[in-house]
């Protein structure tokens, strides 16, 4: 008895030791995914590993019947998700960590099942990522679209009934009241779901690989056209029931149903696409096959003696070892207060604007500059200056592009612009345009990102620049400065590019007697 206890201990310790190292790689992971499970869009989350472990035991005796082979294979996926994870807490993003923390798990399965065996339930550990949610700036900018589109094809739809309506930005005109279509209407609450559920009916639909494609895209067109329905459900009812269409348990009501809907013009769509099955196929395991039982583990049977699972520890314990072991980030202060900020810039008169206490404390900067500038010709740009004396995950830089549309403000244009300096040889600096219109109110924006003494327009060369500056100079520091002048009926967009563009080579240097530059 004493003898087989001790083969057990030795067969599952190594186990146990590669999970624990990756428990403390990984702690923030579970409590970070179960709060963005909590929001409406993405509580389809705590499904996602139940179902896959569902449908692994459902290949339980395909899975036995496997016979198993050790491998140096899991390098790959192991160097990947060391890799990743180096870019994601170094660069401070979680979704690069979901994704470590993934490749990382795949490795451990591959090295105790061998690749024979991981290949039989490859795609239950493959669905295990869609209990990830999508970066930030994905989610912010699909919802704007989605929403655009719901709002499109509702106000049509309404119009094709017969009712006086008309679209502004993201909200609906009825004439006596105004709809806004907000997030909770944009489509995409069902797009996830859906798409989920897609992913699951094409494992089992019994088809060629393209009709299991062609299934899954269906949801999001899907998504969009049953959630445009309920928008015009909601316009035809509005004048007869007033605010509870819009709220309450009938704005809930009316979601269940067309997520229903939905479902069952999916199932309907998998029946078309359904390939018929000739007599005597089965999409089991041969009945030979499962007669053999192979449920050996071959780098746990040999414990510590596998010179794999000796590798894959020393690996992570390594990681661990580097990441807790070396200061990567070192507080970089700023080079004085941003109350001390001019108020007055030549012929431009400001006006300080304190931030509400919910954004402050969403944003995690350092410190801040918020003012309304104000010219002899009433002209205004409104200035703002956020500064991060240290970035990591959670508390970084979030680019304007994913929170100025809203409010109904839609994008009429966006990219990125060179304003002139004048000042010598020096060349010109890049910044991100953006030109947004609400009905009849139209905005000019001009935002970048001083890091570190580069200037950058984007969120990937941001996030690659602070991982690798962390790993390289100890800073992660950095700022966000962004530009906005409203447009006028009675001017063109060209000079309210040419308002931003003063402003701009005005500001530059002043913003060296606050932000550290590249020596800092």
Known sequence: MGVVVKENFSKWLPVAGCLALLWLLFPE???????????????????VIPVALFIIREKRDRLNATPASASWGFLLPLGIGIGLYLLGELGGEFTLLFLSAWCLAMALCWLCLGWRKLRVIAFPLLFLLTMFPPPAVVYNQLTLKLKLISTQLGVALLQILGMSAY?????????????????????????????????????HLRAPLWRRVLLVAATV???????????????LLYPSMGRRTTEGLFHDFTGWLIFVLSLGVLLLIMRLLRKPVSAGTDS?????????????????????????????????????????GVEFREDIPIKQSLSAFPLKINQWQGVSVPMEQKFVDALHFTDYALIDY?????????????????????????????????GGWTFNESGVVKVGLSRGEEPALQVNRAFIAKGDARQLTYYWFPQRGRQLTGMLEMKFFTFWDALIRQRTDGALIR??????????????????????????????????????
Not at 29 to 47: I, Q, R, S, T, V
Request: glycine share 10%.
């Open 29 to 47: 992971l579970p409590e970070k995914l179960a709060g963005m499970w909590e929001g409406d869009d993405f509580n389809y989350g705590y499904f």
């Open 167 to 203: 679209r502004e930005g993201n909200v609906i005109d009825l004439g006596f009241t105004q709809l806004q279509v907000v997030d909770a209407c944009s489509g995409l609450r069902y797009v996830f779901p859906l798409f989920v559920l897609g992913i699951l009916l094409a494992h």
């Open 284 to 324: 089991g395991v041969p009945l030979e096959v499962q007669t053999e039982a192979s449920t050996e583990i071959p780098g746990a049977a040999a414990g510590w003696r596998q010179p794999r699972f000796l590798v894959m520890f020393l690996a992570l314990g390594g990681l661990l070892f580097f990441i807790q």
């Open 221 to 235: 067109p899907l998504a969009i056209v049953t959630n445009s329905m309920r928008i015009a459900l909601i316009g």
């Open 374 to 406: 104000r010219n002899s010709a009433g002209r205004t740009i409104n200035f703002y200056l956020a500064y991060y004396q240290s970035q990591s995950k959670g508390e970084s830089i979030h680019s304007p592009s994913s929170c100025l549309p809203g």
């Open 483 to 520: 530009l906005v002048t409203p447009v006028d009926k009675n001017e063109s967009v060209e000079q309210a590019d040419l308002r931003l563009q003063e402003m701009t080579r005005q500001l530059l240097p002043l913003l060296d007697r606050f932000i550290p530059g590249k020596d800092a």
